[in-house]
């Protein structure tokens, strides 16, 4: 069977095989497969010297110290870390964030509303940015952290996250900022982008899935409560054997995605460029998220008169996504597409479409000659 043309990068990436080469330098017998944490033996020091190099890479691509990197499981268990890490112990106090980040941030912050805690769920614009006065607005007395999104995985827009940074470190407040759909997507900088706690996973960016990094700002310092307690790792602030082979195949990730960046961008940009101009001879097509600030990867588009599920049942060519992998079992329309206001029949007009390292200009012509087929055929029969 032919493989569907893989439209779904903001899913997740192949692993890149220079990393995966990398990785496997870490399992075996014959290679670096020692615990980091052994500190009596070579075994140890090797593996402990390989999640040092990787801490160095992570952060180097968000211009941050290595100290201020805590390796997690993903951008799930990074965004947990955060938000409980910001709260624990921590009674009647207010936090800030929107209506259509990640499941991560949304449900661990839902969590926390059941525990007490006072939650603002901001209105997205209708581009899906949040503004800064919109963030004042709700800030209060009691105002302990806000947590947004750095780039959006099913728009593809970007916040201005410097901008809220700035207001938020004037005013003491914690800020936390879910970046990984932005890793390897745009210029990331922690010296320029006041934020304290910023979530990073591996496989959004052609390294391994199941691991991740939490960045915590050392100056100003910030204080998180671990939320997993075991041996004490990662300076305590997250326990448990860390996974040597994963690290090294997300710093090495990172590396490349560092080295690649700029090239990768303008590549993109043209891929997008191509696809929506394949798509042209289309009428009745709308672009869901904002015009100008976005990463190139991420195309969410509704076709009029026609549903989502339909077009993709007839898109069998092309593996993409009407929103986020997570909520593809469920019918239930896109909470972040109802989230910036579009109405359920609207929301279940749309598709996402992501491309990345490995797509071809082939694949993106090929993808909207389908698209263009199929919609042209299911317009033509209602
Ligand atoms: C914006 C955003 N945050 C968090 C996650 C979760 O990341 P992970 O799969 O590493 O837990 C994802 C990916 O699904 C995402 O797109
Ligand atoms: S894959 Fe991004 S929402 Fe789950």
């Not at 964030?97 to 059941?114: G, N, P, R």
């Not at 015009?291 to 339909?310: Q, Y």
């Not at 992501?354 to 993808?367: H, N, Q």
């Amino acid at each position: 069977m032919k493989k569907p043309v893989y439209m779904d990068y903001a899913a997740t990436t192949p692993v890149d095989p220079a990393v995966a080469d990398e990785m496997m330098k870490y399992l075996t017998l014959d290679g670096v497969f020692g615990n980091p944490a052994s500190r009596t033996h070579a075994y140890g020091w090797q593996a402990e010297a390989a999640v040092e190099a990787a801490r160095k890479q992570v952060a180097g691509l968000i211009h941050a110290d290595p100290r201020e990197i805590v390796w997690t499981s993903g951008a799930t268990e990074s965004d947990n870390l955060a938000i409980k890490g910001a709260v624990a112990g921590r009674q009647g106090v207010h936090i800030i964030t929107s209506k259509i980040e990640h499941k991560a941030v949304v449900d661990t912050c839902k969590w926390l509303e059941h525990q007490g805690t006072d939650v603002t769920w901001l209105d997205p614009a209708a581009d899906g940015t949040i503004s800064c006065e919109q963030v004042l607005d709700a800030l209060q007395e009691n105002t302990v952290l806000v947590s947004l999104m750095l780039v959006n995985n099913e728009l593809g827009t970007i916040n201005d996250i410097a901008a809220i940074g700035a207001e938020l470190r004037q005013r003491g407040v914690l800020f936390h900022v879910d970046a990984a759909q932005a890793g390897g997507k745009m210029a990331i900088d922690v010296g320029s982008m006041p934020v304290d706690l910023l979530a990073l996973s591996g496989h959004k960016v052609y390294g391994p899935k199941g691991v991740g990094a939490l960045y915590v700002r050392r100056s100003p310092d910030v204080q998180i409560e671990a939320q997993i307690h075991g041996g004490g790792h990662e300076r305590g602030m997250r326990s448990g054997t860390l996974p040597t082979h994963q690290i090294v195949g997300m710093g090495k990730a990172f590396s490349l995605a560092q080295s690649g960046l700029e090239e990768e961008i303008v590549k993109l940009e043209a891929l997008r460029k191509s696809f929506l101009a394949g798509l042209q001879s289309l009428d009745g097509v709308s672009l869901n998220g904002s015009e100008s600030n976005r990463v190139p990867g991420i195309v969410n588009l509704s076709f009029d008169g026609v549903d989502a599920e339909s077009l993709m049942l007839g898109l069998r060519d092309l593996a993409v996504s009407s929103g986020s992998a997570c909520a593809s079992a469920t019918v239930e329309p896109s909470y972040v597409l109802r989230g910036i206001g579009l109405s359920d029949e609207q929301a279940h007009r749309a598709l996402r479409f992501s491309f990345g390292r490995f797509t071809t200009e082939e694949d993106v012509a090929f993808a909207s000659s389908q698209i263009v087929d199929v919609v042209s055929r299911l317009r033509a029969v209602r």
